[in-house]
């Protein structure tokens, strides 16, 4: 995982992120495998951002990714109340050959690549067998809210991709719909009070405003049909 001393995100109350440090932006769609299930990642384009800039939240400006200031006119309640536990302390972690999947439910996406085989969760019983080992790492570090860790059993280190600082914008086609901030590197988020959430390689950050979990993505943008314009 890399770090960065000066890449930050900062909720503002019932606004918008609020991101230093230049972090880069990008458009980065899920694209199917042949049966349809959530396979690869495709980065697209790249959003032209600065030094700072400012995220919608509410998922209702007219300006996506960033804020135009509708969040103070249409009521927004950014309240946050995700967990401010560790990730360690929310997981439950499942034993396989070799391997420890921990898994934090109420952090999931749906982004759905943990469905590219026979589900991670029956594939990490069988990561002895050829070709299986090999899928449920992929399905692990492909999961942008970092709802899954994927560990080798002997030495505890976690299979992560070497991610730089940066923010993507998730389109996810399949669903006709746009997703949450995928925002990699360990970038510092700061809570509205001040306060910061763990640093972590992969998370994914609501930007629908519909989350049940703010500001962590709970995957409510499907069943809301949000479209930030940008994909395509």
């Known amino acids: 995982m890399s770090e960065t001393n000066s890449a930050k995100i900062v909720i503002a109350p019932n606004g918008p992120y609020l991101v230093s440090g230049a972090l880069p932006v990008t458009l980065e769609t899920i694209v199917p495998n042949d049966t349809g299930n959530s396979w690869e990642w495709q ?14 939240r509410c998922g209702a400006s007219d300006k996506k990714p960033f804020c135009d200031g509708t969040h103070a006119r249409n009521g927004f309640d950014g309240t946050e109340t995700a967990s401010r536990a560790p990730f360690a302390e929310q997981a439950v972690s499942i034993d396989g050959p070799g391997m420890v999947l921990q898994d934090a439910d109420a952090l999931c996406g749906f982004a759905r690549f ?26 692990a570090t492909h999961c942008p809210s970092g709802r899954l860790v994927l560990r080798d059993a002997p030495s505890g280190t976690a299979y992560e991709p070497d991610f730089a600082p940066s923010i993507g914008l998730v389109e996810d086609p399949a669903k006709n719909c746009s997703g949450p901030l995928y925002v990699r590197g360990g970038v510092a988020v700061y809570s509205a009070d001040g306060s910061t959430y763990e640093a972590r390689n992969r998370v994914t950050l609501c930007r629908c405003g519909k989350s049940s979990n703010k500001p962590f993505c709970d995957g409510s943008h499907v069943e ?5 314009g940008l994909g395509g």
């Open 43 to 56: 980065t697209g384009r790249a959003i032209e951002a600065g030094e700072r800039y400012a995220l919608c």
């Open 114 to 139: 943990c469905d590219a085989g026979d589900t991670i969760w029956k594939s990490i019983e069988r990561a002895d067998e050829a070709g299986v080992r090999e899928l449920v790492i992929r399905e």
């Open 224 to 228: 809301a049909a949000f479209v930030d």
